[in-house]
């Protein structure tokens, strides 16, 4: 409990700016509210959330509202950047100083990496990155963990394979930074040349002690996965139509391919998925993409209430009672 006490007020900016305790206790929140979600839909009441979306999102946005108003919380926002102030010219730390006006808690999408810091350097409430560029996505590190754990029972001793756009693919870049201060992680990471990952993400595998392999043939490694890792060709950090159009194939995972991997073996996929995963997969119960997207509104609710400060709602209503006397 008192790891989630320490989350109030702060900003989720990167993996890595909680602890594993703290993400530990998130986790372990979530699970509660998914048991009883009853018990939580008053915990956020009076509360509001901005969703300031300066780039397209379904799963993000949507997760985080409906996480708020299933917590009894409202929420304000944008969903794109010409519908704010941001097409006159407005800087995002004049918009997200006003936003913390008007809400307890920001969450932020942008194109530009750095921006969510930036937005966090000038807001008096807790800021959420919900995808800087092609940086990070952490909130789809606590989604994809959470699954993980739920899935696997453990978040060590893994061999992840991660496939497809390596190089833009900021829930990528987030995973690995999350997942490489784990025991015993083995990283295969499968990915036409010209979308290889980052330098600095092998540094962060290396960094942590763990083991990675590079290859561009999903064939030769599926069967050696315990957790498949699928990402879609991240079209709009192309600079070139022509470079998308001859990349954006590269892996197709489809029945077939299913049929060489363990038995054990999970598929993820942060969504939207484009080519890269056949319709064929979705009845195999090894594919848990859209279980994955539920985890994803549980694990937002209970870090809604970790920025927030929101406790267990037993503590809740025994404080309203001595209030009243
Ligand atoms: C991802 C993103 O926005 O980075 N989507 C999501 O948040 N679930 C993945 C993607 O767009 O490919």
Redesign the pocket.
């Known amino acids: 409990m008192d790891e989630l006490k320490a989350l109030t007020g702060r900003n989720l900016l990167e993996p890595g700016d909680f602890s594993e305790a703290e993400m530990d206790a998130l986790f372990d929140l979530a699970d509660r509210i998914q048991q009883a979600p009853e018990r939580y839909a008053g915990a956020a009441r009076g509360r509001v959330l901005a969703a300031l979306f300066f ?1 397209p ?4 946005r949507l997760s985080f509202e409906t996480a708020m108003l299933r917590l009894g919380g409202q929420t304000v926002g944008f969903s794109e950047a010409q519908s704010s102030s941001a097409a006159k010219g407005e800087s995002i730390a004049d918009t997200v100083r006003t936003v913390g006006c008007y809400s307890d808690i920001t969450v932020i ?1 942008h194109p530009k990496e750095g921006s969510c810091r930036v937005a966090a350097m000038h807001s008096d409430v807790p800021v959420v990155n ?2 800087d560029g092609g940086h990070h ?1 952490p ?2 590190t606590l ?1 994809d963990l959470l699954t993980i754990r739920r899935e696997k029972g453990r978040i060590d001793r893994l061999r992840v394979g991660l496939c497809g ?1 390596l190089k833009f ?3 990528v870049h987030s995973l690995i930074k999350a997942l490489s201060v784990h025991e015993g992680i083995e990283f295969v990471l499968i990915s036409p040349e010209e979308l290889r990952a980052p330098a600095y993400v092998i540094r962060m595998i290396e960094a942590g002690g763990c083991v990675c392999t590079e290859t561009r043939s999903m064939s030769d490694v599926i069967g050696s996965l315990d957790i498949l890792y699928m ?2 060709v ?1 079209k709009e950090r192309f600079f070139n139509e022509e470079d998308y159009i001859r990349l954006k194939d590269s892996y197709i995972l489809d029945g077939q391919k299913m049929g060489q991997a363990q038995e054990g073996m999970i598929v993820m996929h ?4 484009v080519n890269e995963i056949a319709s064929e997969v979705d009845a195999d119960p090894r594919a848990v993409y859209f279980k994955q ?1 539920r985890n ?1 509104m549980y694990v937002r609710m209970a870090l809604i209430m970790g920025l927030l400060g929101i406790g267990e709602p037993e503590a809740l209503d025994r404080q309203m009672q001595e209030a009243r006397g």
């Open positions: 780039e999102s379904t799963r993000t999408r919900a995808g996505h909130t789809q989604t756009d693919g900021r829930t990402t879609r991240q942060p969504l939207p998925r997207a994803g």
